[in-house]
């Protein structure tokens, strides 16, 4: 496959920026795999960004010793759309790779085997490891045929010890870990920003994720507390427009509550965020990456509040 741009900068995912390296990802897949890759298995990261005419992008994608393509993806919410999602994401990673015109040749076009896994690290409980099928999403009467599938395996990675994913993958342990150390700082009463500094400072003390932590801390204190903040928010707006849904009586209010509160909290969050970058002189482009908006917005907002 072309080589892409080897990983992306941090954005909105500390999952995505620990994962983003092919040693870890050479150990997770192991794991899932049941064996072991070396460094002779060369790791190519695919990670799909977005264009100008495509806006399909996902967690992290990379094809692994040339024979396997691996759709990752974290998540703190259960999504039933999940395989639809990753049939958007492997047509448009075949779409970069091959011409439109072999596809009309008579030679046949050997392809990497896909794969997609979903790492769960949410509140709702759930199976530890279940899969899903994109057939289960089709309209059946009877045994009719299924023409078109694709599987998608969840792996719910809330911190156990038992966990037997966990114990295969060190660096999914440290990464559930260090989830589980903030979200018990948080459920003691903590601030988060000091929760997360905290889960921070145990892990480095315990070995956990320490060489990421130590080298990143201030930009994971910035990317936890803005998917954090924005989770909760998004939570609370959705009860409120649930509420004033059901007060009104009407579907249409209920949507546009939803909707409404969903990028209100969005834009607040990351607003907040990007100040605090900026009290602490971070690099614009750095902000303009973990926020994900242009440099230009950045120092927009920085002056209007007098930080440029």
């Avoid at 994109?134 to 309209?139: A, G, V």
């Avoid at 966990?163 to 009463?189: P, Q, W």
């Avoid at 601030?191 to 905290?198: E, F, G, M, Q, W």
């Avoid at 969903?262 to 607003?271: K, L, S, V, Y």
Wanted: proline share 3%; glycine share 6%; with cysteine.
């Amino acid at each position: 496959m072309r080589r892409g741009e080897h990983g992306r900068q941090y954005q909105d995912s500390v999952f995505r920026a620990y994962f983003n390296n092919a040693d870890r990802l050479r150990e997770l897949t192991g794991a899932l795999h049941g064996r072991t890759y070396t460094a002779d298995d060369a790791v190519e990261i695919v990670t799909l960004e977005g264009t100008f005419l495509s806006q399909v992008k996902n967690d992290i994608s990379f094809l692994l010793a040339g024979r396997h393509l691996v759709f990752i993806e974290h998540q703190s919410t259960p999504n039933e759309n999940m395989p639809l999602r990753c049939l958007y994401y492997i047509c448009e990673q075949l779409r970069k790779e091959f011409d439109s015109k072999q596809i009309y040749r008579n030679r046949r076009i050997l392809l990497p085997v896909p794969e997609f896994h979903v790492f769960y690290t949410g509140a709702k409980e759930l199976p530890e490891e279940f899969d899903m099928r994109f057939s289960d999403t089709y309209r059946h009467e009877g045994d009719e045929k299924v023409y078109l599938e694709l599987l998608v395996t969840v792996h719910n990675v809330v911190y156990h010890a038992q966990k037997a994913l966990l114990m295969k993958s060190r660096a999914l342990h440290d990464y559930s870990c260090f989830i589980r150390e903030i979200k018990t700082n948080v459920a003691a009463g903590m601030p988060l920003p000091n929760a997360i500094r905290a889960a921070m400072r145990t892990c480095i003390e315990r070995d956990i994720m320490r060489a990421f932590l130590e080298e990143h801390a201030r930009e994971v204190v910035d990317m936890v507390n803005f998917e954090w903040n924005q989770e909760l928010f998004e939570a609370a707006k959705f009860e409120e427009g649930l509420e004033q849904g059901l007060e009104q009586g009407l579907e249409q209010g209920l949507e546009q509550g939803l909707e409404q509160g969903r990028a209100e909290g969005r834009d607040e969050e990351r607003g907040i965020m990007i100040l605090n970058m900026l009290r602490e002189k971070m690099p614009l482009e750095m902000i303009a990456k973990v926020s994900n908006l242009s440099l230009e917005k950045v120092r927009e907002l920085g002056r209007v509040h007098s930080m440029l």
